[in-house]
């Protein structure tokens, strides 16, 4: 199968013809024999590819693919070079640095992946199309709609991330005819798909609901469309190295009959999302607990469950020491933590420290289960130096210990594969989310969007603060850290600024013409069509 997917990009990217007979299949009209093999088979299965157990794959959960973009080239993590290990040709330096090119290897994992998801959706519209005859009208509609709005969650990925991109809604084009659209019509397309798809998707939880766990519902389109609003001045902007954006005011949306601008239209799906009966929970970690299936927050989720899937959360472990992680009987790769910004922007060490700083971060010295000291590998007790960190550690006394480690997750004590296959499922989007959004539109549309930022405040039993744009910025990441949010927050603040001008920290500095807010084409992707053009700036 995997072989087959591979081949499926590749017929994508060229045109090249192929007639094989792999012996790992089995033979289409068996597939799709009666209306429950076809929804097995063109629907159910597109889900294997939202998370993944490899590099590059999956939206979250993996290493060096979409999620490390939008993390790792923000201002809230970074995985220092510790000695010989996270060096790796200087890949995570240029992360930070934004000194990234066409050949970084996020940025083709996360291309390839991207399309592979899109090319397969494509292949299942066009299956149903094909096999309409044995569904009723409603299982035609809300099955392609179902993975109309996959696919098209899968572009907002790279609107996002890379800009201007080509828009591929069959299985059997030529490169002639695979041509990049600018980044306003990709975000329209986007955004009208969704709302087509919205006509005939359930309004069911996709996380408590068990007919409809992990999937794409009406109340995922919704959360996905307030994002998408949110972000409009962004995304409609097709030249983003001059600085100058259009006006969330003036960018005018269609909505049930209604006019309404970019502010009005995040609000209204906010809304409906509250109409959900969605809520916060009473504890921040519920939400990450393991086998949090019951949370009144989530609103998607990456399945997690060893015994039935193969997806893998990758990041525990990547961050912890050795030794911590041998306590809790996994791997530890010793890498990633938090950036001197972040415990800024938490108050880490001060009076007034944020409450969630311990339940996102291991700092301090490390504890096992039983409350014992971990020793680390001189046998001294290991603690975390969260301000030691700095962007090369090597030959620094702080070399191991540098950085607070990531904490988010609590750790499942019957996790297997090393500690990656978990029974936490991974949040992807959540309602203290939709609650921010919601407040920050009703800000810049001059409304009062202060109930919403004190509801997530007052959860977290965090002191009162101002309610402003800047104060609201920050509270985005100590709600958000670490659930792939900041990169996104910071270009559409205006914000989007490297830190790292040498060996250490410096003030941030910011960019001469903005375009690293978009990441460059893929220099692979430029030699096989010889009609994309580079983002400016690269």
């Known amino acids: 199968m995997k072989k087959f997917l591979y081949i499926a990009l590749a017929l994508l990217l060229s045109s090249c013809s192929l007639d094989e007979h792999p012996r790992d299949q089995i033979a289409e009209e068996l597939a799709h024999s009666d209306p429950e093999d076809l929804f097995k088979n063109t629907v159910a299965t597109l889900y294997n590819y939202v998370g993944g ?53 996020l940025l083709g994992n996360s291309w390839l992946y991207l399309y592979k998801a899109i090319t397969l959706c494509n292949r299942s519209i066009e ?157 921040y970690s519920n939400n990450f607990k393991v086998r949090n299936e019951n949370s009144v927050e989530n609103i998607w989720i990456i399945p997690m469950d060893k015994d039935l899937y193969g997806n893998t959360q990758q990041n525990l472990m990547r961050s912890w020491h050795y030794r911590h992680a041998d306590a809790y009987g996994i791997t530890g790769e010793n890498g990633s933590c938090a950036t001197l910004n972040t415990l800024r922007i938490f108050g880490y060490g001060t009076d007034d420290e944020d409450p969630r700083f311990y339940e996102n971060y291991w700092a301090g010295e490390v504890l096992d289960r039983n409350g014992n000291i971990i020793p680390d590998r001189t046998g001294a007790p290991l603690i975390y130096y969260p301000l030691a960190v700095k962007m090369d550690l090597s030959y620094d006394p702080y070399v191991e210990t540098a950085g607070a480690r990531m904490k988010k997750y609590d750790m499942d004590k019957n996790a297997t594969k090393d500690g990656t296959l978990m029974d936490n499922d991974i949040v992807l989007f959540r309602y203290a989310d939709a609650l921010l959004m919601r407040a920050e539109a009703k800000l810049r549309n001059g409304e ?5 930022f004190n509801a997530v405040r007052q959860r977290a039993g965090a002191t009162p603060r101002e309610f402003t744009l800047e104060n609201l910025y920050d509270e985005r990441l100590l709600e958000l850290c670490w659930e792939g949010w900041r990169r996104q927050d910071m270009i559409r603040f205006r914000q989007y600024k490297s830190l790292f001008t040498g060996d250490v920290f410096d003030d941030p500095i910011d960019e001469s013409d903005g375009h690293t807010t978009v990441y460059p084409i893929p220099g692979d992707m430029l030699i096989l069509n010889p009609h994309f053009t580079q983002n400016k700036g690269y």
């Open 53 to 105: 157990a490899t590099d590059g794959q999956g939206l979250q959960g993996t290493c060096r693919g979409v999620y490390d973009l939008e993390v790792f080239g923000s201002d809230e993590a970074m995985l220092p070079t510790r000695g010989h290990d996270w060096y790796d040709g200087e890949l995570w330096q240029h992360m930070y640095r934004h000194s990234w090119d066409p050949g970084h290897d």
């Open 127 to 283: 299956l149903l199309a094909r096999y309409r005859s044995m569904l009723t009208d409603e299982q035609f509609m809300a099955y392609t709609a179902e993975v109309q709005a996959l696919r098209a969650i899968y572009y907002w990925y790279l609107l996002d991330l890379f800009g201007r991109v080509p828009i591929v809604t069959a299985t059997n084009i030529s490169m002639n005819e695979v041509l990049q659209s600018e980044r306003s019509e990709l975000f329209h397309f986007v955004f009208d798909e969704l709302i087509d798809a919205s006509k005939y998707l359930v309004e069911e939880n996709s996380v408590t609901h068990d007919d409809y766990y992990g999937r794409v519902t009406k109340d995922v389109v919704a959360f996905v469309l307030a994002k998408l609003a949110l972000n409009a001045e962004i995304y409609l902007d097709d030249d983003w190295t001059d600085k100058q954006y259009p006006n969330g005011k003036q960018i005018l949306f269609s909505i049930d009959g209604k006019q309404m601008n970019a502010w009005e239209t995040v609000i209204y799906f906010c809304d409906y999302l509250e109409n959900r009966h969605y809520g916060l929970e009473f504890y």
């Open 448 to 452: 009062d969007g202060s109930f919403d």
